[in-house]
């Protein structure tokens, strides 16, 4: 079965400076990764995935990721944060049950606090 | 387009009483999922459901819950005799299952479901 480790609970960083969140996975097989973030008492939202096209994955919001299968790693970054970043993040990867389905398996969330 | 909607949006009850919690899918994807999100269990996967095939149980905490699709559409949540450790926020997904985007899954903004 598919897993996904997120090292970190909390994250604070100061508007401008850079963001890094950190996901490793566990797959048997070439996996599809994605992150997704959570606004306070908001749905989740989309913000890029993976699926084995290119390994450097650009998002909304200026987000990007980097696969990287020698390390399983699949780690989220931002050059700039700004406030509106606040939020929980989620790390999450497709785990194919069997033909179509595709159940999502996620990790326990990073929280992602921004100074001014 | 419209995104996928839910409804309520808050919901209290007590315990022992039955809820239905609805989700309206992104019109078009024929794969619907409900997930659980609650605060020691992250967040879980319940039902899935694609077009008119058996839908797929594997993560229904126990048989208080049940989920129906109608016409392909409009799915409703049913939880029965409610406890307090149903308290959580319930999400709903719909995806393409076909195309390219098939493996990615929009959600609704949650219903939260509070037992007293």
């Known amino acids: 079965a598919q897993s996904v480790t997120q090292l970190d609970s909390h994250v604070s960083v100061s508007e401008g400076t850079p963001v890094l969140l950190r996901c490793n996975y566990s797959s048997s097989y070439s996996p599809s990764l994605f992150w997704y973030v959570q606004h306070p008492n908001k749905g989740l939202q989309l913000l890029l995935k993976?699926?084995?096209?290119?390994?450097l994955v650009k998002g909304i919001n200026g987000f990007e990721a980097e696969f990287k299968k020698s390390e399983t790693s699949f780690h989220l970054t931002k050059p700039s944060a700004h406030m509106s970043d606040a939020a929980e993040y989620f790390c999450v990867v497709s785990d194919r049950v069997n033909t179509g389905f595709q159940k999502l398996v996620f990790g326990t969330g990073t929280r992602l606090l921004v100074s001014p | 387009g419209a995104g996928v909607s839910q409804s309520p949006s808050n919901k209290v009850t007590e315990k022992g009483k039955d809820v239905e919690l609805r989700c309206d899918p992104i019109?078009?994807?024929?794969?619907l999922y409900w997930y659980r999100q609650s605060l020691g269990q992250g967040l879980e996967f319940l039902i899935y459901f694609q077009g008119n095939s058996a839908p797929d149980k594997s993560g229904l905490p126990s048989d208080r819950f049940s989920a129906e699709r109608t016409g392909g559409s409009v799915s409703t949540l049913t939880i029965q005799r409610t406890q307090q450790e149903d308290s959580a926020v319930y999400l709903c997904?719909?995806?393409?299952?076909?195309?390219?985007?098939?493996?990615?899954?929009?959600f609704g903004p949650g219903t939260r479901l509070t037992v007293l």
């Open positions: 993976y699926t084995s096209a290119a390994t």
């Open positions: 019109s078009g994807h024929t794969a």
């Open positions: 997904a719909s995806s393409s299952f076909t195309g390219g985007d098939a493996d990615t899954q929009y």
